[in-house]
């Protein structure tokens, strides 16, 4: 059995090069796809959903406005990330969209930023004098 004669380095110098172009490609795309990710535009809410203070308490119990409402069964509640978090891992009172179910109960809760709270806030004082006016 003879020997192999030894390898030219230059092929594995350019297989390193191809390992290296590739994964700066996938660490640029990545960063840029989480820069897009985390410069989302403004979230969309339903328009029926109505502004008001949500404080979670013991599963469905919660408290709207001071008053106590109760958490339908598929209820889902958004952080101002837009990810779904369980009624349990909320403490304090946050401003919120909520929107009820057909039962009455609450339905969907969104927990708004700042600037979504004093966009809400806008809209609902649009949407009273629009119905103010409506009734003269």
């Known amino acids: 059995m003879r020997p192999k004669p030894p ?7 350019n297989r390193r090069r191809t390992l290296r172009a590739g994964a700066a490609l996938a ?11 985390s410069a989302q535009v403004a979230r969309n809410f339903p328009p029926t959903a109505r502004l008001g203070r949500f404080e ?17 069964a598929g209820a ?3 952080d101002q ?5 369980t009624p349990s891992s909320l403490s ?3 401003d919120v969209l909520v929107e009820r179910d057909p ?3 609450v339905g969907r809760v969104w927990i708004l930023t700042a600037d979504e709270s004093k966009a809400a806030q806008a809209r609902e004082r649009e ?10």
Do not use: K, T
């Open 81 to 85: 990330r837009n990810m779904i978090v």
């Open 76 to 78: 889902r509640i958004y």
């Open 92 to 94: 304090g009172s946050h």
């Open 103 to 105: 039962a009455g109960n």
């Open 56 to 72: 979670a308490r013991v599963f469905p119990e919660a408290v709207l406005n001071d008053e106590p409402v109760r958490l339908g």
């Open 27 to 37: 660490l640029a795309g990545a960063s840029g796809w989480a820069h897009q990710a």
């Open 7 to 13: 390898r030219s380095p230059a092929p594995c110098r």
């Open 127 to 136: 949407r009273a004098s629009g119905s103010a006016g409506q009734g003269r």
